[in-house]
């Protein structure tokens, strides 16, 4: 057998040398990758010793924006302690703690996360699938490359949507002494301290996690293969056509390391760089610390000028910031530093210097500033060499103004091996004391340089979603049992030109597409007439009533009085002593919400409301024996209409039991006078508009999904009574309703909006108490909106401070403080209400407070929700423009805004 010829032409035997030179592969970059398999049961990694292990945690940080510098100092006090205290000190084989952060610019995660959120029943409705493409969509409108928009206010820099993920990895590597603990052994030390590490954490109010091998998988999978060609190119592709294999049913041989990477890594020494799908990685080490890093340094909120944004948030684009922690003896750190001391012998100004530097250690060390080895580096990528080096001039242009001196890529000779080393779990202690890349740094600085500092994300339950400032979802659900401490009661404040009517459509459309609410809308304006229309075209029946003189529509106020006899509670109006007058009054003031409903005392209060025409002076007449008197006759008018065999008890009854009383010779003549002046007061409501409105006997509304109640003629001026005794009708009416359907799964959503100019009758305030004190049990939250709160009243304290949730956009300085006549707010929610701002036709940003979420959020609809709620005269006009030219609907013409609003959004 022979050789082909080589180009000289001559012939040569084949040997078994050539054969093998045949078979020889180049080095694999696998071999370099320390994972070999993952346990399941204990969650850790085996290591390429075979014996040595590791955990992985994610993080999610605290939200630190507008945040007082005392809150920063005991925030960073405080992960100092965790670092010191949770993690052993071993001489043999010290722990590692590696923190990473980087930032992912999809939203995929949190798409599914979002999409599998609605319970089956109600994710498979038709409007909760059209609103999660809508959803899907705009997602993927706002990650998109470049961003969704510039936010020239506040950040300074492009839009994107993304996820900030902070992975943390605990690990030791033993040594090779002939003397290696059992595997058990390991798994069982790795995860005591694991243990303690989470709880650390926790007590400062930091989330951490066990992440599992799918986890890890998922995260670097798409990093050493990132433009995978059986994939067009896309990670997220990736992972759909190589998921993670599992944990069960694994081949002879199996090497995790060995499924991270698809295509062949290469190393190119004259760029210091890896190769991974033709795509140059390389890392940045940090020499140095230039000063004392400030708390938060890479991810905390700094002010800069006019603008506010976090270091890391100008890093190229898929930097990830690696930093490894040695948990090294103190005592051995010690006797370093003191062996300096010592060395530092002579009167030179150096030796001096060295010694007070050493003493100053010293000094530190012993009030509990530990002394740890940190390796501080960045991992950084390109399409090319020119888009890497342009990224990595742009990363040392950011590191030197901000206290770090990175080693350079011409002078730094160990890249290449930097680049594995810094990788999860492959930093070896015993390397690093050659290559000489760690420095010591006090565990105060440490805290201070730890990506822990972040922006709030908000509870993890995606009814309701925002985005903080770094265009990371931000979601709560006050309708999840886990998010509320006490109810889901919420005042929404916006002043004019805020953006409330968007915020409130954008919410009802979340609320039905994750839990199918019944919603009542009560509101003055046709602000939702549209949105009504929207819902009817998705499967979802909506009954819209507008109070106008052609319309009929009746609301008795006292429609539920006949209830009263069923009670058989009576009253006689010739008895007003102190101890009856004690009995009927005095339990309205017991607001206990395992009592039944107070409806004598409601129907008090609505014709309180017609006897005074809502005048405060007026109502500031009435005694207690004028209250007491009020009672008897919607008694008395019960007890009429029952007889009679009607249904209904109208305001004319309770006219006529006013002069039934009237009439009565027993009773004191200033009594009869002053029930006679009541029902006169009363008799207003029995005519012209008022008596179409509340003097006519009431037909039960049509079960409807939604319910769009419009004030109409009612919210004009000059009506103020008339609107607010429709209220109180409206809100009884939807009462029978929640107590009807109180055994079904599905909640109920009041809405009222407009608040400034339907509820701020004091005597209002104290109805909307009464009457949602049982609506927790029923499964139903009273929801407001309002421009502002300076038209409330003092009295309206009780039911502001009854709802746990506050939503406020924008609020000026002097909304803060009518915010804190109704809510007393500490430095930090002040701090979080005045940092809010907008920027139009972008976002809006506000603020939610409530027991169990304080954060500040940025609210950037769907282009849909814009639409539909646009009601300003220009934007009318544009809809009629739209509707003339393709000859459509109104709704129809709202569609094609929201496509027009999304085109534009493309071309910023």
């Given amino acids: 057998m022979r050789a082909k010829k080589s180009d000289q032409g001559d012939d040569a035997p084949l040997t078994s040398a050539s054969i093998k030179r045949q078979y020889e592969r180049p080095p694999s970059f696998t071999d370099l990758l320390p994972w070999m398999e993952y346990f399941p049961e204990s969650k850790a990694f085996l290591l390429e010793d075979g014996i040595s292990m590791g955990a992985l945690f994610e993080v999610t940080p605290i939200g630190c924006e507008a945040r007082t510098p005392v809150f920063m100092s005991q925030l960073r006090d405080a992960i100092q302690i965790a670092i010191n205290e949770s993690i052993p000190e071993r001489d043999d ?105 989470i ?29 995978p060609g059986v994939a067009c190119g896309d990670p997220q592709t990736l992972l759909q056509i190589a998921p993670y294999p599992g944990d069960e049913n694994l081949p002879f041989g199996y090497d995790f390391a060995e499924q991270l990477t698809l295509s062949m890594p290469r190393s190119d020494e004259a760029t210091a760089s890896w190769m991974f799908d033709n795509m140059p990685h390389t890392v940045v080490t940090v020499q140095s610390l230039r000063r004392t890093p400030d708390i938060g340094h890479f991810t905390a909120e700094r002010q800069a000028g006019d603008q506010v944004f976090s270091l890391f948030d100008r890093l190229p684009e898929h930097t990830v910031m690696a930093m490894s922690i040695t948990i090294k003896p103190q005592d051995t750190t010690r006797n370093h530093i003191a062996q300096i001391k010592r060395a530092a012998v002579g009167d030179s100004a150096e030796a001096s210097i060295t010694r007070e530097d050493a003493e100053q250690v ?138 409330k009517s968007a915020l409130l459509v954008y919410l009802l459309q979340q609320m039905m597409a994750r839990h199918r609410p019944r919603v009542f809308i009560i509101e003055a304006g046709g602000s939702f007439s549209l949105l009504g229309q929207h819902f009817a075209g998705h499967d979802l029946s909506v009954n819209q009533i507008t109070l106008n003189p052609n319309v009929d529509v009746s609301l008795p106020p006292f429609a539920d009085a006949l209830r009263l006899l069923e009670r058989r509670q009576s009253f006689n109006p010739l008895d007003v002593n102190d101890t009856a007058i004690e009995s009927s009054l005095d339990e309205e003031d017991v607001e206990d919400e395992g009592g039944n409903r107070d409806i004598l005392g409601e129907m008090e209060i609505a014709a309180r409301i017609m006897i005074t025409g809502g005048d405060e002076r007026e109502d500031a007449r009435l005694t207690r024996a004028d209250r007491l008197l009020i009672r008897n006759a919607i008694f008395l008018a ?48 029995c005519s012209g508009l008022a008596g179409h409105f509340f003097n006519r006997p009431g037909q039960s509304w049509p079960e409807a999904d939604v319910t769009i109640l419009e004030m109409g003629m009612l919210a004009r001026e000059g009506y103020e009574d008339q609107l607010t005794v429709a209220y109180l009708s409206m809100m009884s009416h939807i009462n029978d309703l929640v107590e009807r359907h109180q055994h079904d799964d599905r909640p109920t959503l009041v809405v009222t909006d407009e608040g400034h100019i339907i509820t701020t009758n004091p005597l209002l305030a104290r109805y909307v108490v009464k009457i949602t004190k049982m609506w927790r049990k029923l499964g139903a939250w009273f929801w407001i909106a309002t421009q502002n709160l300076e038209d409330f009243p003092d009295a309206s304290r009780k039911m502001l401070n009854m709802m746990e ?52 959020f940025r609210n950037v609809p769907p282009a849909l929700s814009l639409a539909l709620a646009m009601t300003e005269k220009h934007e009318k006009a544009e809809r009629a423009a739209i509707m003339r030219e393709k000859n459509c609907t109104e709704l129809e013409a709202v569609y094609e805004i929201a496509r027009r609003i999304e085109e534009s959004r493309k071309r910023e």
């Fill in 199 to 227: 709880a650390s954490l926790a007590s400062v109010g930091i989330k951490a996690r066990r992440a599992d091998g799918q986890a890890f998988y998922e995260w670097l999978l798409p990093w050493f293969n990132p433009r």
């Fill in 638 to 685: 019960a007890k009429t209409v029952k007889e009679t065999s009607r249904t209904q008890v109208i305001t004319q009854d309770v006219v006529e039991a006013f002069r039934d009383i009237a009439a009565n010779r027993e009773l004191p003549e200033h009594r009869r006078n002053r029930a006679l002046e009541m029902g006169d007061g009363m008799a207003l409501f």
């Fill in 93 to 197: 084989a010290p722990w590692v703690l590696q923190i990473y952060v980087q930032d992912e610019p999809r939203l995929h995660r949190f798409n599914a996360l979002m999409e599998h959120y609605p319970p089956p029943a109600v994710r498979a409705s038709d409007y909760s699938q059209y609103y999660q493409s809508v959803m899907a969509s705009h997602l993927q409108a706002i990650s998109r490359a470049g961003g969704l928009f510039e936010d020239t206010t506040v950040t300074g820099s492009r839009w994107q949507g993304q996820q900030r993920r902070i992975r943390v990895v605990l690990y030791r590597r033993l040594r090779n002494n002939g003397k290696s603990p059992s595997m058990l052994e390991m798994e069982e030390a790795l995860n005591d301290v694991a243990i303690k590490w």
């Fill in 362 to 499: 010293e000094r530190e060390m012993a009030q509990g500033n530990k002394l740890y080895p940190v390796n501080l580096a960045f991992y950084v990528r390109g399409e090319d060499h020119k888009a890497l080096r342009a990224n990595l001039n742009r990363l040392n242009a950011l590191l030197l103004p901000n206290g770090l001196q990175p080693i350079t890529q011409e002078a730094d000779l160990l890249a290449l091996d930097s680049y594995i080393r810094n990788l999860p779990m492959a930093f070896d202690v015993e390397l690093d004391k050659s290559r000489r890349r760690s420095r010591l740094i006090f565990s105060r600085h440490i805290a201070n340089l730890v990506p822990f500092y972040g922006r709030s994300r908000g509870t993890g339950h995606p009814g309701m979603v925002f985005y903080n400032r770094g265009a990371e979802p931000l979601v709560f659900d006050p309708l999840h049992r886990d998010d509320r401490k006490k109810n889901a009661h919420m005042l929404i404040l916006g002043p004019t030109g805020a953006g």
């Fill in 805 to 856: 949730w506050w939503l406020c956009l924008v609020i000026p300085k002097e909304e803060v403080e009518q915010i804190a006549r109704f809510k007393d707010l500490n430095d930090e929610q002040r701090n979080l209400l005045l940092s809010a701002r907008k920027e139009p036709g972008k976002y809006v940003e506000g603020v939610v407070l409530a027991d169990k979420v304080e954060a500040l």
